[in-house]
């Protein structure tokens, strides 16, 4: 099942109620927010109050501990791993994540160009889960849009972060549907 993440990051917040209800309206089905402390990348957003929580790899000292206190406390527990950060960095928590999320840009701002080797680490990711008979979902955060978010599903992502594309230009309901619209038809065409 294939779900879209609108990322409040783009939104603009002297209407971010109305922004969300649309993007709602237009099959958002989980309201992405991005935390930013100022020292792991340089900007600084919102606070973590939030149900589904996850960590970066590269910014946790003790991934597993946290992975497993983010879940005693009946919250989802994520994983999200940098563009150059390898795949195999994942691999002793695949089996306590509820979702491994891959960032496919640089992370600290929004609006930045998708990386295209974030492909070949869904596709890996994908396989990993597989080859394990784990269930986590796969996430991708950065550059969805409509050009590439056909790529990002065929790899094997089922959830897709988009703040720009969803809230940047034009009506956030419809900009959703259409990005979902074309996630759906990507699932089709999966190899």
């Known amino acids: 099942m294939i779900e879209l993440a609108p990322s409040i990051l783009s939104a603009d917040f002297a209407h ?5 209800a649309r993007a709602a309206e237009g099959g958002g089905t989980i309201i992405h927010v ?13 606070g973590p109050q939030l149900v589904w929580i996850s960590v970066h790899v590269e910014a946790c000292r003790h991934l ?12 989802h527990g994520g994983v999200v791993i940098n563009p150059a950060t390898p795949v195999e ?5 695949l089996d306590v994540v509820d979702y491994v999320l891959v960032m496919s ?11 295209p080797n974030s492909l070949h680490k869904l596709r890996k990711i994908r396989e990993l889960r597989e080859q ?9 955060d950065g550059g ?24 940047s230009h034009g009506d956030p309901m419809i900009n959703a549907q259409n990005l979902l619209k074309a ?5 089709l065409q999966k190899v």
Do not use: W
Not at 16 to 20: E, K, P
Not at 183 to 187: K, N, S, V, Y
């Open 16 to 20: 971010l109620a109305d922004q969300v």
């Open 34 to 46: 991005d935390v930013m402390d100022g020292h792991f990348v340089p900007n600084i957003t919102l």
């Open 64 to 75: 597993d501990r946290t992975l497993n206190l983010i879940k005693s406390h009946d919250c």
């Open 89 to 93: 960095m994942l691999s002793e928590v």
């Open 105 to 115: 840009v640089n992370p600290g701002f929004g609006a930045q160009p998708f990386i």
């Open 132 to 140: 394990r008979n784990l269930n986590y979902r796969i996430e991708v």
């Open 144 to 167: 969805v849009a409509l050009d590439t978010v056909a790529k990002v599903v065929r790899a094997g992502a089922e959830i897709l972060v988009a703040g720009n594309a969803v809230f």
């Open 183 to 187: 996630a759906f038809e990507a699932t």
